[in-house]
């Protein structure tokens, strides 16, 4: 089909993202191929089935995984996040680029703890590695007050969202079959990966 491979558009939009927020993308780009790497060797099956049993991921697919797992989680958190970080970005007194590095700081000290409690050289530990990279600088996308990022990652949230509503529901998505719906869901993700690239090319321009 026409467009951008999912996990290609994925990989390269999300260091296109971070490349706005001047983080380092390079990073990124290396623990997001490790991981890669890691879930498509069928022998870690079985020890990824583990790691995400002790964190109440139901089975391993994308929809538990990438979407409720990783994203979705994320996004509560981000709603909540702890008084300290909102004192500091409330206070117009701080400057934005000691706010940004305040909650960089909050935010990298929770990844930290949370990766030392993961199995070494596991999939966790390598999920935490991306974090790392990804969290510190989008939570000020998310949570901040910059002009050019704040955008792109307020329409982000926005599309997963979309993709969720239409996906369950079946007046929008096929459920007749295995291969209708994963085909339905897989368009949707291309849809949204090609309009994430076209947006990210206009904040960039």
Partial sequence: SSGINAEYGGRENTAKLLDLA??????????????IS???????????????????????????????????????????????????????????S?????????????ISSKSKKAKQNGFLSRFYTIMGVLTPSLAWGFLGDDDVLKPVCTSIREDIFSILSTAFDENETDYSSVESLSEALYELLQISANRLTKQLEQAVS
């Fill in 22 to 35: 001047g983080a380092d993308s390079a990073a990124f780009c290396t623990a997001y191929n490790d991981i």
């Fill in 38 to 96: 890691y879930v498509g060797d069928t022998s870690n099956l079985a020890s990824i089935k583990e790691e995400l049993k002790v964190r109440r991921v139901a089975a391993v697919n994308m929809f538990d995984v990438v979407i409720d797992f990783t994203l979705l989680d994320s996004f509560d958190d981000l709603d909540m996040p702890p008084a300290s970080v909102t004192a500091v970005l409330g206070n117009s007194w701080i400057s934005q």
């Fill in 98 to 110: 000691l706010r940004k590095s305040m909650l960089s700081t909050a935010v990298w000290g929770l």
